[in-house]
């Protein structure tokens, strides 16, 4: 059975499939051909929430690196993560902001496809 993860911070890019990798605190034990529940909300719920499925995804390719390896990827990896508009400069600390961690933190790096 597929685990179910959280895209709450990037939802509209999940449902324009705009997003084709994501990073994570965690998600260590993530390996190639995994398939993924895509949610927009996988823990917290309030009683009587439901988790609410986006999409499904299978996992192409997983690397663990420091948050800040982005700056090597340049805008491409901005773009890779449903945010065109950003420089990885503005991604780190959006993420840093977001998850409150630090630039040089490790992440896994997951790279997926939409399963149709």
Same mark, same amino acid.
């Given at each position: 059975?597929?685990?179910?993860?959280?895209?709450?911070?990037?939802?509209?890019q999940?449902?324009?499939?705009?997003?084709?990798?994501?990073?994570?605190?965690?998600?260590?034990?993530?390996?190639?051909?995994?398939?993924?529940?895509?949610c927009?909300?996988?823990?917290?719920?309030?009683?009587?929430?439901?988790?609410?499925g986006?999409?499904?995804?299978? @996992? !192409?390719?997983?690397? $663990? &690196?420091?948050?800040?390896?982005?700056?090597?990827?340049g805008?491409?990896?901005?773009?890779?993560?449903?945010?065109?508009?950003?420089?990885?400069?503005?991604?780190?600390?959006m993420?840093?902001?977001?998850?409150?961690?630090?630039?040089?933190?490790? @992440? !896994?790096?997951?790279? $997926? &496809?939409?399963?149709?």
């Open positions: 059975m597929p685990r179910n993860m959280s895209f709450f911070l990037t939802t509209q999940m449902r324009d499939r705009t997003k084709t990798v994501t990073r994570r605190l965690g998600w260590k034990f993530a390996k190639s051909g995994d398939v993924i529940n895509a927009v909300k996988c823990q917290g719920l309030k009683a009587g929430e439901t988790v609410e986006i999409c499904q995804i299978v @996992v !192409t390719s997983v690397r $663990f &690196e420091p948050l800040n390896r982005i700056y090597d990827e805008p491409r990896g901005c773009s890779l993560e449903g945010f065109p508009e950003m420089s990885p400069r503005e991604f780190v600390t993420f840093c902001d977001a998850m409150k961690c630090r630039p040089a933190e490790q @992440v !896994t790096r997951i790279e $997926f &496809e939409f399963m149709e």
